[in-house]
């Protein structure tokens, strides 16, 4: 192979790893501004009562949020750290479900989000 042609294509995947490096760390940062959003708008309304009375507030102040990016997936989760979590969230036909609702509520926001820096 000509080495000029070997250096152009060098050049054209060290390229190709910068754009995709820059797109991955777009995406991981999105990730992490709508799982801090998930979490703001959980601890506000809660505050409210929204969801749940709060008798120690362990159930509330151990509730957590984390983005995450693998090589096919990105996105973030509110999650329980108390046993009952799953009670809280699903007692009484998901009467006081309180983290799903938030996640359904921002995925369109964040999913168009995610396609402008996909198609950039």
């Given at each position: 192979m000509d080495e000029s042609i070997a250096m152009q294509?060098?050049?054209i995947n060290t390229?190709?790893?910068?754009?995709y490096g820059r797109r991955r760390t777009a995406l991981l940062a999105l990730c992490i501004q709508y799982s801090a959003k998930a979490l703001q708008l959980f601890?506000?309304?809660?505050?409210g009562r929204a969801f749940w009375n709060n008798q120690t507030y362990t159930?509330?102040?151990?509730?957590?949020?984390?983005?995450?990016?693998?090589?096919?997936?990105?996105?973030f989760f509110l999650s329980h750290l108390v046993e009952y979590g799953v009670y809280l969230e699903?007692?009484?036909?998901?009467k006081h479900e309180a983290?799903?609702?938030?996640?359904?509520?921002?995925?369109?926001?964040?999913?168009?989000?995610?396609?402008?820096?996909?198609?950039?």
């Open positions: 294509i060098a050049k390229n190709i790893r910068g754009v601890r506000v309304r809660q505050r159930a509330m102040n151990t509730v957590f949020s984390n983005p995450y990016i693998t090589t096919d997936v990105v996105g699903l007692a009484n036909n998901r983290l799903w609702p938030i996640v359904k509520e921002l995925e369109d926001e964040f999913l168009e989000k995610v396609e402008r820096l996909m198609a950039a």
